[in-house]
């Protein structure tokens, strides 16, 4: 069982950065590939990124990329996604999720096995 946990989101302006951090419990996370979803009110979930076990191949959605940047420590058990130049359309709860397999296929078919509770972030014009 693995649990995540988001932190970093919070109200910024348009064109500001934040970085969110996704902590995961367990001894394994270095075998568990990584992605960070977003999902507004009335909006469909979005898959944002996605990295492998050991940070080598990344993915990015269209939306984010050249932005977004998602990033992963194994000795901290954690994720990142650095956000910048962040836009009003970018205010959304954001989670991250993982799957155990050392590539992000499961990630990119929405076949997550653990979800965090998801961190608030808000962009203000």
């Known amino acids: 069982q693995v649990q995540l946990v988001e932190s970093g989101g919070g109200l910024v302006q348009a064109g500001g950065s934040l970085r969110l951090s996704c902590a995961a419990s367990g001894r394994t996370f270095g075998t568990y590939a990584m992605g960070w979803f977003r999902q507004a009110p009335g909006k469909e979930r979005e898959l944002l990124a996605a990295i492998n076990w050991n940070g080598g191949r990344t993915y990015y959605a269209d939306s984010v990329k050249g932005r977004f940047t998602i990033s992963r420590d194994n000795g901290k058990n954690t994720v990142y996604l650095q956000m910048n130049s962040l836009k009003p359309e970018d205010t959304s709860m954001y989670y991250c999720?993982?799957?155990?397999?050392?590539?992000?296929?499961?990630?990119?078919?929405?076949?997550?096995?653990?979800w965090g509770q998801g961190t608030q972030v808000t962009v203000s014009s």
């Open positions: 999720a993982a799957d155990r397999a050392y590539d992000y296929g499961p990630i990119l078919r929405n076949e997550n096995e653990y």
